[in-house]
């Protein structure tokens, strides 16, 4: 795929929507999104060589791909905002784009509240109930994403749903049976 234009193009078609939601749902910014699919797409090329079809989906691997590449984009901006305050320079989108990205951002406040609501979770346990619940994931694509075996994947599952069994916030998500 790296290799060939057209597979990658193809690819990235398939995925771009999932990637694109996948990233509004965890930050606000529509700039930083735009940023952050790019990145998610450029890093599929360099690391191409590494999906393995019999570890899991193309999707579920993508989406390891896009939490990695999320986790070191908030790790750097924490360290310059530590550093140097608010980053200017991000590049400019033009009014289509913008619009469209804030459209996104909109239709996925329910989900932040969500996100919101499970940040008290272990790490591990938030992870998977983000990828099964909000990202739609099977347990084992989420299992595949996050490097776990399903076991371990359906404890983590099971404990965050019965934590946040009577939160509010969680309500408009199914959180009995797994897919």
Do not use: C
């Not at 989108?93 to 996925?108: G, M, P």
Request: glycine share 6%.
């Amino acid at each position: 795929m790296a290799t060939d234009p057209d597979a990658f193009e193809a690819f990235y078609r398939r995925h771009v929507d999932a990637i694109t939601s996948f990233l509004a749902r965890r930050v606000p910014d529509p700039h930083t999104v735009a940023d952050l699919v790019a990145e998610v797409f450029l890093a599929v090329l360099d690391s191409a060589h590494t999906y393995r079809p019999g570890r899991g989906s193309e999707i579920a691997w993508l989406y390891g791909v896009a939490r990695n590449t999320l986790s070191a984009e908030r790790r750097r901006a924490f360290k310059e905002t530590r550093l140097a305050g608010k980053v200017g320079g991000r590049r400019p989108l033009d009014s289509d784009d913008l619009a469209e990205l804030e459209a996104r951002i909109d239709a996925e406040s329910l989900a932040r509240r969500a996100l919101k609501a499970m940040a008290g979770l272990p790490d591990g346990d938030r992870a998977m109930l983000e990828l099964v619940v909000i990202d739609q994931l099977t347990v084992s694509e989420a299992a595949a994403a996050l490097g776990i075996r399903q076991g371990a994947a359906r404890a983590r599952l099971h404990r965050a749903r019965r934590t946040l069994r009577d939160v509010p916030e969680m309500a408009a998500f199914v959180l009995g049976g797994t897919r």
